[in-house]
């Protein structure tokens, strides 16, 4: 997810289809978009696409006024974007020992030079062979 939240001021007689008709907001984007209500209030508008070819999704998200501030939703980023707009996600499990997989995790490691792999071992330490412990204090070591 991207660390900053974007805020723009878009006059309210503009559509915001036609504002952001070319442009990309990703899904994981934070972007904000503030239209006056009145001389005292203003509403924020949450914006992004899905995908690039789908049509910009525009969701209600706040309200600014003098008397009360700053009112926004208590749900977080993914809370909010609930629905994918009918995505299919491509996934895959595999199912490896914990040796094989401890192996890979420290392979990737060594050849990911922006370490985007990450494999999560959770297993009872009483049960692995001091061969697996050593493996699994070598991959603690390169991680930290």
Known sequence: ?????????????????????????PFDCEFLVVQEEGDNAALLTEVYRVKSALPLQTRFFGTWTSRDGLTW?????YQRRDSLQGIALKTAFLRVSIYSRLILYSRMIHYSTHNYFHVSVVHDRSKLTQKKLFVLNSIASLTS
């Open 1 to 25: 997810m991207s660390k900053a939240t974007w805020l723009l001021f878009v006059d309210t007689k503009l559509l915001l289809e036609e504002v952001f008709l070319d442009i990309n907001i």
């Open 73 to 77: 939703p208590n749900l977080s980023l």
